[in-house]
């Protein structure tokens, strides 16, 4: 991959008799023609305005087909401030790693070009890196005094990824995908090298890698619109996404991602608990995701098979999959060994589910022939929380007892 800025002015406000400006802000861009030359002209004006420290603005140019790249050769050429930075490959992950690590600035930050975020809060995002109160800064949509306006789609699927993101990788941000974010030269230096994603779940990585590593993430609520002209893929992202997540899973509980070499001289992380309270945090980050999975399932197979259909290939499919999660990442069981007799234990324990859920469906229809299938699912969770507590005593004392000892010892 080949990489060259093409433009670069100087950096202006304040402070522009230094060389390196305080703040570089990224704008990736692939094929933004449109609406490239007016967002770029109204991030520049608002921070000569507004922002009381020298600045660069790098348009980072995904190897665009259209005018883009002219568009924004031309405004390095007429605006003070503005650099451009051409690559010849696609990904937003590989623009922003490219453009951040090649900055002198001492804080790196990025918006998307639609301007989607209120520009009044990138002050308040970038003064807790500058003052050191925190290493990396984010803004979001979903912390009380955010203020929103998008469709109903897409608030699902965000507040349904950051729920995933808090169950499979114990998450503690509010919002990952918001286009609005910052980070200390310094901090970058550490986790970049350590981001594989060269795409959207790039951020998300990101963000994980800090908070594993011991680092502040601050957050700022704000002012967002949603651009109803957004040429993003929802459905291939979100499935790039979920693997990105399985991904860093793996990697960060085979300890493949050294995260706790970041850390330096910091403590451990508070709230990172051992013995049977870690067994229970693991196991219901496994849970929340196993159970988000079933309702995705039993939602899209409710109608085609019926209730109880549904209840029982959803159920099925996930059992499997929530035992061998389980095995690994809950009580700590590596290799071959003894996993059919996992599996067969797990099949056994899911039965129990299988009974509990099954006979709450079924007192269901019996007392409320018309329940709507928001109640059916309200009565399905319920059901499954008391499966849950009877799987998590049954997969300690039964499945795996050999690590009940050593993990109380701990």
Not at 84 to 107: F, M, Q, Y
Not at 237 to 250: E, F, H, I, M, S
Not at 281 to 294: E, N
């Amino acid at each position: 991959m080949s990489s060259a800025i093409v433009s670069a002015a100087g950096a202006r406000g304040p402070s522009a008799d230094h060389t390196s400006p305080v703040l570089d802000i990224v704008v990736p861009v692939y094929n933004e023609e449109a609406d490239l030359e007016q967002s770029v002209r109204r991030l520049a004006a608002h921070l000569a305005d507004r922002f009381p420290f020298s600045f660069r603005i790098t348009i980072a140019d995904n190897a665009s087909t259209d005018a883009t790249p002219a568009i924004a050769a031309r405004l390095a050429a007429e605006l003070d401030g503005v650099a451009v930075l051409r690559l010849a490959e696609k990904g937003r992950g590989r623009a922003l790693r490219t453009a951040w690590a090649a900055s002198d600035a001492s804080v790196l930050a990025y918006c998307d070009v639609d301007l989607s975020t209120d520009l009044n809060a990138l002050l308040p995002l970038v003064a807790p890196l500058l003052s050191g109160h925190s290493d990396l800064a984010i803004g979001t949509r979903l912390r009380p005094g955010a203020r929103v306006v998008r469709g109903a789609k897409r608030e699902f699927i965000s507040r349904t990824y950051n729920l995933i993101l808090r169950g499979a990788l114990a998450a503690r941000f509010s919002d990952a995908q918001c286009g609005f974010k910052a980070v200390r030269a310094d901090a970058a230096r550490k986790l970049l090298p350590l981001v594989e994603d060269t795409g959207w779940f790039f951020d998300t990585e990101l963000l994980v890698l800090a908070e594993r590593a011991g680092m502040r993430i601050h957050e700022v609520p704000v002012d967002w619109i949603d651009d109803p002209n957004s040429s993003v893929d929802i459905v291939a992202t979100a499935v790039a996404d979920l693997k990105g997540v399985a991904r860093l899973t793996r990697g960060l509980a085979s300890g493949r991602i050294p995260v706790a070499a970041l850390r330096g001289a910091r403590e451990p992380l508070p709230g990172v608990p051992q013995g049977m309270a870690g067994q229970l945090l693991r196991f219901a980050a496994v849970g929340i995701t196993s159970t988000l999975a079933y309702l995705l399932l039993y939602a899209l197979l409710r109608d085609p098979f019926g209730a109880f259909g549904a209840n029982l290939i959803a159920l099925v499919g996930t059992a499997v999959a929530n035992t061998a999660a389980n095995r690994r990442f809950t009580f700590g069981v590596r290799g071959n060994g003894g996993a059919l007799t996992h599996h067969v234990q797990g099949l056994v324990v899911f039965g129990l589910g299988l009974a509990m859920t099954t006979g709450a469906l079924a007192a269901l229809t019996f007392l409320v022939p018309d329940a709507s299938q928001a109640i059916e699912m309200l009565v399905l969770v319920a059901a499954n929380l008391l499966a849950t507590v009877l799987r998590f005593v049954a997969f300690r004392t039964w499945i795996f007892p050999s690590r009940r000892t050593s993990e109380t010892s701990a």
